[in-house]
């Protein structure tokens, strides 16, 4: 039997990937119908290499509505279709992503597309999102004097300009040691254009220090290990 759900998918995949218009908007969703399928897709997504195979699967509604079919559209928010994920009678897929075809920064919403089971009943979907941001690095150094300890350290970011990680200057982190009531603040750590900075503080006993950096607008923030001295 002619699987015209299935035919038509593929046909407007086919289609979003040549760039031709069709009568089937990618954004017409299925919300209603028989049981529910949940895309599992991250929420958020570190840039760290020129390309990354990222795995998708579908939630156990999914299978518990015995879905034979579902698909899910790929949005930026400002630039439309990206990409598609499709689960034809498997429960995997992999979302190619090249830190050229993405935007860091920015939040991308899987849409429904279309679900089905063995019997062509419209299944009810979900919608999910994934942001997206460039990945980085911080590493700390210490060394004592006495009472005194320095720590030095260091950040690096990815960049897409040049497929690897570079300095990532001027990000403020806040070095913290470890106490009666945890991870607690003792300075901040200001980031010079190389991207390391160095403070002496007076500390006549041991103890655990760690740097955290935040997450700027495009890019992941990053937290060390902590290190005793």
Known sequence: MLNLKRLGAVVAAAALSLGVATS??????????????????PKTLSITSRYKAVSLGLGSDCINSGVDYASWDLYHPTEGWNSIAIFDGTTSDIWDVYDWD????????????????LNYDDIAQNSAYTDVKLGSYATLATSRSGSYVTLYTKTARYSADSGSFVRWAAPRGTIQYYGSKGWTYLRYAYQN?????SYKVYAPKGRSYRVVFPSSTIVWGATTKGMYR
């Open 102 to 117: 993405v935007t860091p920064g920015s939040r991308y919403t899987w849409r429904p597309s279309m679900a089905y089971d």
């Open 193 to 197: 254009t190389s991207g390391t900075s």
């Open 24 to 41: 089937a908007s990618p954004a017409s969703a299925s919300t209603t119908g028989y049981g529910s399928c949940s895309i599992a897709a």
